[in-house]
């Protein structure tokens, strides 16, 4: 069965350092990628998807990701964090029809 | 953003109660999901409907029940819950389920925090 690995479960920047997420699953084939975000108190938002085409995505508020497929990794990466980027991060891998999470990576971005 | 909204937001319920999640989508899709939050823990992914009908049940006890009478509305019914069933229960929706290649992103609703005393 398909699963997620997110091997970082808190991430501590300050301001303006550079971020990257890892995020790794499990099984290959056709699959759809996504990054969802999650602010405190907030609901899950998504921040950007892979279906097909650029392995390069860019999504909403300068964050991208790259599909590897030969590693089985979706990393998500911003070359500056802010401290408004303070949330929790989730990597989720569509497959048969359901997404299947990773367990999230808590971001604290100190100001 | 008004897109899934769920109620109650909070619900604190004691282990012989009954009690029922709503959540509604205005976004005209025509699935919808129930996923499990916990701490530390990954969303699992709970129940599907597409269409109004149940497509998936992850192996959920029976004590959730859920109840889909439209596109538009998703309930979880719960009865005789355990402590370890709390948790943040979050619905989503979607145009359609997801396929290969097919980019149908899911939205998700800010969530009921469940407690079972």
């Known amino acids: 069965a398909q699963s997620v690995s997110q091997h970082n479960h808190h991430v501590i920047l300050s301001e303006a350092a550079s971020l990257e997420l890892g995020c790794n699953y499990s099984?290959?084939?056709?699959?759809?990628l996504f990054w969802y975000v999650q602010y405190p108190g907030q609901h899950l938002q998504l921040l950007l998807k892979?279906?097909?085409?650029?392995?390069l995505v860019k999504g909403i508020k300068g964050f991208e990701a790259e599909f590897i497929k030969s590693k089985f990794s979706f990393n998500l990466r911003k070359p500056s964090v802010q401290w408004s980027d303070t949330a929790e991060y989730f990597c989720?891998?569509?497959?048969?029809?359901?997404?299947?999470f990773g367990q999230g990576t808590e971001l604290s971005v100190k100001p | 953003e008004t897109g899934v909204t769920q109620t109650p937001r909070h619900l604190v319920m004691g282990m012989t109660n009954k009690k029922s999640l709503k959540c509604e989508q205005h976004l005209g899709h025509n699935a919808m999901y129930w996923y499990k939050q916990s701490a530390k823990k990954p969303l699992e992914l709970m129940f599907v409907y597409n269409f109004k009908e149940q497509t998936e049940n992850n192996s959920v006890p029976s004590r959730f029940s859920p109840e889909c009478p439209n596109s538009s509305h998703l309930f979880l019914h719960l009865h005789t819950l355990q402590p370890e069933d709390s948790a943040l229960y979050l619905c989503?929706?979607?145009?359609?389920?997801?396929?290969?290649?097919?980019?149908?992103?899911?939205?998700f609703g800010p969530g009921t925090r469940l407690t079972v005393t």
């Open positions: 989720a891998v569509a497959q048969g029809g359901k997404l299947i």
């Open positions: 099984y290959g084939g056709t699959v759809n």
């Open positions: 892979y279906f097909s085409g650029d392995p």
């Open positions: 989503a929706s979607s145009q359609e389920i997801m396929g290969p290649g097919v980019p149908y992103e899911q939205y």
